[in-house]
């Protein structure tokens, strides 16, 4: 019989986040703390890092993070009028989709990944809101390594909601959390050491 990749009984339990206009539920300890680090490693090594730049006021910046984008062939989204194609899926990236899919009840056909290097690394404000996600996209976000704050920002009311995101867990975010909130990752001055984020999506063709 094949081996599981994950062997442990990991907790499946999620909590419910208490916040209008959005649909959240975090699962702590999604992957037990042992397999995150084997499987934080396996991420760092295997998968293909991309310093991408973004220009702004006519200015070109490093985007503060690498990042790597795998999926289906045919699920490319649109980013500054060029047309992404996804790396083809590898067999860690496959079993992980799976059981965020098993989680969440949900199908994906892509995944954005990150590398925080350091505190400095981090992720402007903004909503999964593309068109080619859909109405009420289902986003699920994996952790790993360091703890990172992922601070939400209403629209309308202007709340603002901080969750740390601990190695192992899962965050799935539905319903209409990106119409009404934003999220971001702050900088920090901080020491930190590194932390992987996985969010397998949906795109739409
Ligand atoms: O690193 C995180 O927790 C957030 C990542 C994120 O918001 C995204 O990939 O869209
Ligand atoms: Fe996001």
């Known amino acids: 019989m094949q081996q599981s990749l994950f062997e442990s009984q990991y907790d499946n339990t999620p909590i419910q986040l208490d916040m209008p206009d959005a649909d959240l539920k975090y699962y702590p300890n999604f992957i037990a703390a042992s397999e995150s680090a084997i499987l934080m490693q396996a991420l760092h ?30 699920a490319c989204y649109q980013y500054s009028n060029l047309s992404l194609r996804p790396l083809p899926w590898n067999s860690l990236l496959l079993a992980l989709k799976q059981k965020c899919e098993n989680a969440s009840n949900s199908h994906f056909n892509s995944v954005l990944a990150n590398l925080y290097r350091h505190g400095q690394d981090g992720m402007g404000r903004h909503a999964d809101n593309e068109p080619e996600l859909g109405q009420q996209p289902v986003i699920a976000s994996l952790s790993f390594g360091e703890e990172r704050n992922l601070d939400f920002y209403h629209n309308v009311t202007k709340n603002k909601v901080r969750l740390p995101l601990h190695n192992g867990s899962l965050l799935v975010m539905s319903g209409d959390t990106q119409k009404y909130w934003q999220h971001s990752v702050a900088k920090t001055k901080k020491t930190l050491a590194q932390r992987i984020n996985l969010t397998f999506r949906y795109i739409q063709n």
């Open 45 to 74: 090594q295997s998968l293909d890092w991309r310093q991408e730049r973004i220009t702004l006021y006519g200015k070109t910046f490093d985007v503060p993070r690498l990042q790597a984008w795998y999926g289906d062939k045919n």
